[in-house]
């Protein structure tokens, strides 16, 4: 993947990285936010949908159209299909998915940055349970839908969030931050009946990265695979699944569409593990 001289400029040069941390600081952020949400941001929809060849067939376009740049990067489906679950663990988003082997005191690394499970989490002890299970990564494209689902049924159990500085997501800025570590993250433990207790988890990114969950933090209830968990509103985002050991066998189908960079695309709602008899 190829990165743009300006993300090149922000991460690899002296003044870039002086005007990064301007950018990512909370009140440039909140600023950025509300441009966004403002109809002065109008103008971008335009250009991001050319930019990006999004294609609109299937979604909600109001009447006159998109009021703000960020109405328009959380618009909703029409219809988002294929989101029953059948009792399958779920991809809870569009996107790449990238599956890795959780080892016991390893230091593994997700898309060019490595990191501990310890620090994704900040919770030594919840990590020790998932030492020699699964992690699945999704990555979301600026062109992806950028609402996302609870991937199991279930019961949130507990909930976390990590404030954090926010670092773009693409590999150009991986090779210079440890940005699992840095970004902000929320996520939900859900204990289920068919895959063990999973933990669900949202990444911000580069200055605004708003994750706008619809369970509050301090929400303990039962939830549905495929019902709405929250969205992204604009900044690079990711989710990732943690699963414990042998909690999930995944579809062997999957891994037989891995593009050159080992990832495998998904669409939100799309069965992840075997079908259950």
């Known amino acids: 993947m190829k990165e743009s001289l300006s993300l090149r400029f922000l991460y690899q040069t002296i003044p870039g990285r002086v005007i990064l941390k301007l950018l990512v600081c909370p009140p440039i952020s909140v600023i950025t936010g509300k441009y966004l949400s403002s109809g002065a941001s109008k103008w971008l929809v335009n250009y991001y949908i050319r930019k990006h060849k999004i294609d609109l067939a299937g979604v909600q376009i109001p009447e006159n159209g998109f009021a703000s740049f960020n109405e328009f990067f959380t618009r909703k489906k029409k219809t988002t299909e294929n989101t029953s679950s059948s009792g399958n663990l779920i991809s809870p988003c569009d996107g790449y998915l990238t599956c890795l082997k959780i080892k016991k005191n390893v230091i593994f690394s997700v898309k060019h940055t490595k990191f501990s499970l310890e620090d994704l989490l900040k919770d030594k002890r919840l990590a020790s349970n998932y030492h020699n299970g699964t992690a699945l990564v999704f990555r979301l494209t600026p062109a992806n839908y950028h609402r996302y689902c609870y991937a199991a049924d279930g019961r949130v159990i507990h909930a976390r969030k990590i404030p954090g500085k926010l670092h773009c997501v693409r590999p150009v800025a991986l090779k ?12 939900q433990v859900i204990r289920t ?57 995944l579809r062997k189908k999957l891994f037989a569409k891995k593009n050159s960079d080992g990832e495998i695309p998904v669409s939100i709602g799309q069965a992840l593990s075997q079908r259950l008899k």
């Open 176 to 187: 210079e931050f440890p940005v699992f570590v840095q970004n902000s993250r929320e996520y």
């Open 193 to 249: 009946d068919k895959f063990g207790t999973v933990i669900q988890m949202e990444i911000g990114a580069l200055m605004v990265g708003k994750i706008s969950n619809h369970l509050q933090m301090t929400e303990t209830r039962c939830v549905k695979a495929g019902s709405e968990k929250g969205y992204f509103e604009f900044g690079g985002s990711t989710i990732i699944l943690l699963l414990s050991p042998n909690a999930v066998c």
